[in-house]
């Protein structure tokens, strides 16, 4: 991790969960982490935290609604004028609404789909822009996939959901392509976790918060800083590794 110190990681819904404790890692390794969400204030308290800790780099909260693409446009173009621009794009957020195919609503849907695919899409191409712009030719981008990005699990809530991360898998792998094509050695890697211990079952069950805590009850599931640990094995890599995808899953989770 030596020679991202320093550099500019911009992590999205870096307020909770996921995005909270890789935003805590990057600044553990000495990198300016930018981290956005609709609501900054846990986000100014995990700052805080970071500093009073003494790592060596720094939490930089940004308030942004990431189904805005003029605020996420607006967010890069501060993220320039500040501290030059994106080195590595780490495009975490990302939510499930209960949906199903046959009776979910159509609002439900478009939100998920403004999140998790375009919000994804627009942050990949204004980094890859910022990067190309300052002849970063060593940049990152990290899309927090799912295990229901690769199979369909028989539970209807999630089948919407799952269609937008079967699109990251695609949006991921045609990254790769592009980058390829454009004789850049930027790099472009995909995180695929199944159960994870966060927030996410309790905003996916919002009116029946039993089911949600028993989601993750149910077994020892994977921590948020495991897939902390996991972004930084892939940043960590040498330049001529490229990691497609890691799929990681609770050992106990059967599917």
């Known amino acids: 991790m030596e020679r991202w110190k320093g550099r500019v990681a ?7 969960g996921i995005g909270a ?11 300016t982490a930018v981290g956005c969400a609709r609501s900054v204030d846990k986000i100014e308290k995990l700052a805080a935290e970071c500093q009073s800790a003494g790592y060596p780099g720094t939490l930089i909260p940004y308030k942004c609604d990431l189904s805005v693409e003029e605020e996420i446009l607006s967010m890069f173009s501060a993220i320039k004028t500040l501290h030059q621009g994106v080195d590595v794009c780490i495009n975490n957020a990302g939510l499930a609404r209960p949906e199903p195919l046959l009776s979910g609503r159509t609002e439900g849907w478009r939100t998920m789909i403004d999140v998790n695919v375009m919000a994804v899409s627009i942050c990949t191409r204004e980094a890859y822009q910022s990067m190309k712009e300052r002849s970063i030719d060593d940049g990152h981008i990290i899309n927090i996939n799912s295990m229901n990005g690769h199979s369909v699990v028989p539970q209807s809530v999630v089948h919407f959901y799952s269609a937008t991360k079967y699109a990251v898998t695609a949006l991921t792998e045609g990254l790769r392509q592009e980058l390829r094509e454009a004789k850049t050695h930027i790099r472009a890697t995909c995180i695929s976790p199944g ?11 919002d009116n029946d918060p039993e089911r949600a805590a028993a989601t993750y009850e149910s077994i020892r599931c994977l921590k948020a800083e ?5 972004v930084i094995y892939v940043l960590s890599a040498p330049p001529h590794v490229q990691i497609g995808d890691i799929q990681m899953r609770p050992t106990e989770q059967v599917s």
Do not use: C, I, P
Request: charged share 10%; net charge neutral.
């Open 21 to 31: 404790a890789v935003a805590r890692a990057l600044v553990q390794h000495g990198m």
């Open 226 to 230: 495991d897939m902390a640990n996991a």
């Open 195 to 205: 159960l994870v211990e966060t927030g996410f079952a309790f905003k996916l069950h």
């Open 10 to 16: 911009l992590v999205t819904g870096a307020s909770v």
